[in-house]
């Protein structure tokens, strides 16, 4: 049998990794950015477009790319409901699990 003794410590480092967030939570919950007006009508576009299919079975990497698609509509929904557009950028306040999204997918 393999030893899984790391994974003790993994869950131990969760556990952790939660309380931090916990104590982040109250002191960042949203920040504000300005988007360039393509990006934005983009994001504005995810939100609006209806998904009418059904979800099937699905790969771990067609999860993925479907739960990005998601972060991307929430992101577009924000800047419909609050953003401020300013020429040819808007400013709008992201909820930093967005910005995590955002960030992730371009990396």
């Known amino acids: 049998m ?7 410590r993994y869950q131990q480092d969760r556990a952790v990794l939660a309380a931090v967030g916990a104590c982040l939570d109250p002191q960042i919950s949203q920040i504000s950015v300005r988007l360039p007006r393509p990006v934005a009508e983009s994001a504005v576009a ?6 009418l299919g059904r ?4 790969s771990r990497e067609e999860y993925d790319l479907r ?4 972060e ?5 929904l924000a800047i419909t409901s609050s953003g401020v557009w300013d020429d040819e950028e ?3 306040d ?7 999204a955002a ?3 371009a990396r």
């Open 103 to 105: 960030l992730r997918a």
């Open 2 to 8: 393999e030893d899984r003794e790391q994974y003790v």
């Open 67 to 70: 739960d990005d698609a998601a």
């Open 94 to 100: 992201l909820d930093v699990a967005q910005i995590a």
């Open 46 to 51: 995810a939100w609006d477009r209806e998904e």
């Open 90 to 92: 808007v400013v709008v």
């Open 55 to 58: 979800v099937g079975e699905e």
């Open 72 to 76: 991307l509509a929430f992101i577009g």
